[in-house]
């Protein structure tokens, strides 16, 4: 079991280029969330997703868009980079919804836009 | 507008004593509440939680309190070791909502 998996690590952008961060799991869960994480500050949740074709917004979801066309993977597009959306960003999935069941996290990707 | 709070960036700790990290939060309304550890260039992990209607839940050397009235909770690490070292959030949810604190940075001194 991987658990999940983000590409890239580490991305540098420039101001108004897009890009998407990938994100898969392999532990059949039906939940995934994206958070961010700025310096100094706790995890916001962006986007997640209760299943495939399903996606809801969450505390932060502002200048980016999620897919969810299969159970494992859930992908985040930055459209139009802009300097406040550096960060590390994390995925995570859980089994079902709700504090009862432990989200597993992935190892983050630290984006740049400068 | 946080909803989940970590008044101390940073705790210091000898080791085999006692850690006590400390959370409050706004919204009477969570139902569930979680601490994580984080490694540096990792992802959060999950460490223990406790249901809204609980106020003390225990894993091996970790016990998390809660006090509804208060808005208030806490981890207890008994006895700390060097490997408990991490930056630990606290962590609430409401549904399929997650708000986390801005982490503590626990030290463990041998």
């Known amino acids: 079991n991987a658990g999940v998996t983000q590409t890239p690590k580490f991305r540098i952008l420039k101001i108004g280029q897009s890009m998407t961060l990938q994100c898969a799991q392999d532990?059949?869960?039906?939940?995934m969330y994206w958070y961010r994480q700025d310096p100094g500050m706790g995890l916001k949740l962006i986007y997640y997703?209760?299943?495939?074709?399903?996606?809801d917004k969450g505390e932060v979801p502002n200048g980016y868009n999620v897919s969810r066309s299969t159970t494992e993977d859930f992908p985040l597009r930055l459209e139009l980079a802009a300097p406040s959306q550096t960060s590390v960003y994390f995925c995570a999935s859980s089994l079902l919804a709700g504090g009862y069941y432990e989200q597993y996290f992935g190892p983050g990707t630290r984006l740049t836009v400068t | 507008d946080q909803q989940v709070k970590q008044n101390s960036p940073s705790l210091s700790v000898q080791e085999g004593r006692i850690s006590i990290l400390n959370c409050d939060y706004t919204?009477?309304?969570?139902?569930?509440f979680l601490w994580y550890k984080k490694y540096p260039a990792e992802g959060p992990t999950f460490l223990i939680s406790i249901s809204s209607i609980k106020d003390k839940n225990e894993d091996g050397r970790f016990t998390v309190f809660l006090n509804k009235s208060a808005k208030h909770l806490s981890l207890h690490i008994v006895p700390s070791q060097p490997g408990d070292s991490a930056v630990y959030f606290c962590a609430a949810s409401e549904g399929n909502q997650f708000y986390f604190g801005t982490g503590t940075s626990l030290t463990v001194i041998p």
């Open positions: 919204n009477s309304m969570f139902d569930y």
């Open positions: 532990m059949n869960h039906n939940y």
């Open positions: 997703s209760v299943g495939a074709g399903i996606t």
